[in-house]
C-alpha cells in the first residue's frame, strides 16, 4: 500500500503538470499523511537540510565551468585541434566529435552544454561536407551522454550526496567506463559511415597540427589539472569545481581573449538559473528519501528482489532494467534522486560495491537522455541542427545500442569498473 501511495501521488501530481520538484514534495506530504506522522515544520527543516550540503556546491560551479568555457574559446580549441589530427580520414569529423566529446567531458560535466557546443560548431560542418545529418545528430547526442560518467560529473556529485557515497571515488571511478563508452561510439561510427560518400578535408600540414596544439594546451590542461589534483589529494570535488571555473575564465579573458566582461554575467545567470533548479530538486528529493526510509519502501522493493539478492548479477541486471523503463519518462537528475534511496538499501543488502553500483547507475540514466519521449540531448541537437525529433531517433538507434552494449558488458564484467577504479584511487 505505502508503495502505491508513494507512485500514484509522485506519477499523479507529475501528469497534471506540476513539476517535478513539487511532485516530490507533494509525495512527502503523501507519505506523511499515510504514516500519520504530518508535520509541516520537519517538511520545512528537511527540505532546508537537503540543500545544505557542501559537496553540492560543486553543481554551480561546474555549471560556471561549462558556460565559461563555451564563451572563452576552449570547446573551440578543442575540436579544433582533433579536426587538425584526424579530419582527413574518411568520416574524419565523426571522430572528432567522439574525441572532442571526451575531451569536453572532462571539464563541464554536463551533457546538455557539452551537446549544445559540439553540435553548434560541428553540425555546420559535417552537413557542408555532406554526412548525413540525422546521423551526426544522433553520434553528437551520444557523445554527450559522456559527461555524466567521466569526471568532473554533476550526476556523481548529485548521487554521491544522496547515497553518502565518496564523491571523488565515484570521479576517478568513471575514467574507464566513460572511456569504453567514447570507444564503442568510435567502432560503431566506423562501420556505419565508413561508405559514406563525403568529402574530405584536406590533411593538415605538422606545422599547422603543431600550431593548433600550441593553441589548445591551455584547454587540455584544464582535465589534467581536475583529474590530477583529485587523485593526489590536493582539493576535493567542491574545490575542483572553484579551480575549474576560475582556470576557464582566465583562460578564456587573459589568454584567449575571447570571454569578454560582458559575456560574463549571462554565463553566471545561464549556470544559476540550472543550478537553482538542480538543488530544490535535490532538497525536495532528500524530503522524500527520508520519508521513503521511515516508510520502509526500500524494504517493501528489497523482498520483491528478494530471490535475486544472492545473485549479484541478475540483481544488477533487474535493477538496470528499472532504471532504464524510469528514464525513458524521466529526466537525468529527477530518475538519479528518485531511485538512489529506493535501491541503495538493496544494494548494501546484497553486498555490491557502492562505487560499483553508483557508476552503474550514472551510466544508465545518461544512457536514459538518449531515450524518448524526454531525451533531453535528443532535443537539444533537434533545435541547433534544425531537424525533427523522428530523424534524430532514427539516427541515434546504432549509437544507443552500441551505449547499451557498454552497459551489458559492464554489469556481466564488474572488473572493468572495479579494477582501474582500484588503480585511479589507489586501493
Known amino acids: 500500500m505505502t508503495v502505491f501511495i508513494f507512485l500514484g501521488s509522485l506519477l499523479g501530481a507529475m501528469a497534471i503538470g506540476m513539476p517535478i520538484a513539487t511532485a516530490l514534495l507533494v509525495c512527502g506530504v503523501a507519505l506523511m499523511i499515510e504514516l500519520d506522522n504530518f508535520d509541516a515544520q520537519i517538511l520545512a527543516q528537511n527540505l532546508v537540510s537537503g540543500a545544505d550540503s557542501f559537496p553540492l556546491m560543486a553543481v554551480p560551479f561546474f555549471m560556471l565551468a561549462g558556460e565559461l568555457m563555451n564563451a572563452g574559446g576552449l570547446s573551440k580549441r578543442i575540436i579544433a585541434l582533433a579536426v587538425s589530427l584526424i579530419g582527413h580520414v574518411r568520416g574524419g569529423l565523426g571522430y572528432v566529435a567522439v574525441i572532442a566529446a571526451l575531451v569536453m567531458a572532462s571539464i563541464s560535466g554536463s551533457a546538455v552544454a557539452d551537446t549544445a557546443a559540439l553540435a553548434a560548431i560541428l553540425l555546420p560542418m559535417m552537413k557542408q561536407a555532406g554526412y548525413r545529418l540525422d546521423r551526426c545528430c544522433g553520434l553528437i547526442a551520444s557523445g554527450g551522454i559522456i559527461a555524466p560518467v567521466i569526471p568532473p560529473s554533476i550526476g556523481f556529485v548529485v548521487f554521491g550526496v544522496a547515497a553518502g557515497v565518496s564523491i571523488t571515488r565515484l570521479f576517478l571511478a568513471g575514467i574507464f567506463p566513460g572511456l569504453l563508452m567514447g570507444l564503442a561510439l568510435v567502432i560503431t561510427w566506423y562501420i556505419i559511415a565508413r561508405d559514406e560518400p563525403v568529402a574530405r578535408s584536406e590533411r593538415a600540414s605538422a606545422r599547422e597540427v603543431a600550431k593548433t596544439a600550441l593553441d589548445g594546451v591551455w584547454a587540455l590542461a584544464l582535465p589534467l589539472l581536475i583529474i590530477g589534483g583529485m587523485k593526489a589529494g590536493a582539493f576535493t570535488p567542491t574545490e575542483a569545481a572553484v579551480v575549474a571555473a576560475v582556470y576557464a575564465g582566465l583562460v578564456g579573458?587573459?589568454?584567449y581573449g575571447e570571454l569578454k566582461f560582458g559575456d560574463i554575467r549571462p554565463a553566471m545567470l545561464s549556470a544559476l538559473k540550472t543550478s537553482a533548479a538542480v538543488m530544490f530538486l535535490v532538497a525536495a528529493a532528500l524530503v522524500s528519501a527520508w520519508l521513503i526510509t521511515i516508510a520502509d519502501i526500500p524494504g517493501e522493493v528489497a523482498r520483491l528482489l528478494g530471490p535475486l539478492i544472492d545473485n549479484k548479477t541478475l540483481l544488477m541486471l533487474a535493477m538496470m532494467l528499472l532504471v532504464i523503463v524510469v528514464g525513458t519518462a524521466l529526466d537525468f537528475i529527477p530518475t538519479v534522486?528518485?531511485?538512489?534511496?529506493?535501491?541503495?538499501?538493496?544494494?548494501?543488502?546484497?553486498?555490491?560495491d557502492p562505487v560499483y553500483f553508483g557508476v552503474m547507475f550514472i551510466v544508465n540514466n545518461a544512457i536514459g537522455l538518449l531515450?524518448?519521449?524526454?531525451?533531453?540531448?535528443?532535443?537539444?541537437?533537434?533545435?541547433?541542427?534544425?531537424?525533427?525529433?523522428?530523424?534524430?531517433?532514427?539516427?541515434?538507434m546504432p549509437f544507443l545500442l552500441a551505449q547499451i552494449f557498454v552497459l551489458a558488458l559492464l554489469i556481466f564484467i564488474p572488473e572493468?569498473?572495479?579494477v582501474p577504479a582500484k588503480f585511479f584511487y589507489g586501493r
Not at 337 to 352: C, D, E, R, S, Y
Open 371 to 396: 531515450t524518448p519521449p524526454v531525451g533531453t540531448v535528443l532535443n537539444v541537437v533537434c533545435a541547433v541542427g534544425n531537424i525533427s525529433m523522428d530523424k534524430v531517433i532514427k539516427g541515434v
Open 253 to 255: 579573458y587573459f589568454i
Open 416 to 418: 572493468l569498473v572495479t
Open 337 to 352: 534522486l528518485i531511485l538512489t534511496p529506493v535501491l541503495m538499501p538493496i544494494v548494501k543488502q546484497a553486498g555490491i
